[in-house]
Nanobody
Framework: VQLQASGGGLVQAGGSLRLSCTAS????????MGWYRRAPEKQRELVAA?????FAHYADSVKGRFTISRDRNMVYLQLNNLKPEDTAVYYC??????????WGQGTLVTVSS
């Protein structure tokens, strides 16, 4: 499985962005797709994830502001009301039915105050 993420950029606080991730390859094996992020000098953290059955999970810090959605081989992350602390490299992630994890290349989101 290969993952290609896009949609990052520079935005002012309060603004919005939409991240997209396209999966290719053995996509029928994918169960969970999601987004992680790594802020400067911080550890990588889960932002949001969704299962093939439609269950979605969000980090507390983004609940009510970010929305994850999935359409076949694509997963999206709508980022609203962005804050400077949301600045990070966002990584697309997929997990197959054997719990093997795949990673995309990352897309940078920068939120200015």
């Amino acid at each position: 499985v290969q993952l290609q993420a896009s949609g990052g950029g520079l935005v002012q606080a309060g603004g919005s962005l939409r991240l997209s991730c396209t999966a290719s390859g053995s996509i029928s094996s994918i169960n969970i797709m999601g987004w992680y992020r790594r802020a400067p000098e911080k550890q990588r953290e889960l932002v949001a994830a969704t299962t093939s059955s439609g269950f979605a999970h969000y980090a507390d810090s983004v609940k009510g502001r970010f929305t994850i959605s999935r359409d076949r081989n694509m997963v999206y992350l709508q980022l609203n009301n962005l804050k400077p602390e949301d600045t990070a490299v966002y990584y697309c992630n997929a997990q197959n039915s054997n719990y093997y994890t795949y990673w995309g290349q990352g897309t940078l989101v920068t939120v200015s105050s």
